[in-house]
């Protein structure tokens, strides 16, 4: 379910269940989510950003082809910077995009 039904469900005070009835509003409601979330993902994929801001580390070495090492060197080096909240290590897709740029050769 998703989370602007979840949202809905709370303000009526109703639970979903598994022998909940389904109405036609329901499932064309539900349709219309669907090909929102189709759309975002695919403009998403063809513009070749990702949607978000922060990126963790395995979505970095994911976009840009890199082992766990290199990374690690690319952050030790001062090279890429980043930010580290508990356990979790987060980069900036500006900056990424940012040090891509600036090591560009002719």
């Given amino acids: 379910m998703d989370k602007a039904t979840q949202e809905r469900a709370k303000m009526s005070g109703i639970v979903p269940n598994r022998n909940q009835i389904l109405t036609l509003g329901d499932l064309v409601e539900f349709k ?26 395995a979505e970095v070495k994911k976009l840009l082809g890199i ?34 740029s600036a090591n560009k050769s002719a």
Avoid: N, V
């Fill in 32 to 57: 219309e989510d669907m090909l929102q979330e189709l759309k975002r993902i695919m403009k998403e994929c063809a513009s070749g950003t990702p949607g978000k801001k922060w990126l963790k580390s």
């Fill in 67 to 100: 082992s766990h090492g290199f990374l690690q060197s690319l952050r030790d080096g001062g090279i890429l910077p980043y930010t580290k909240i508990g356990g979790s290590i987060y980069y900036d897709y500006e900056d990424i995009t940012f040090m891509m």
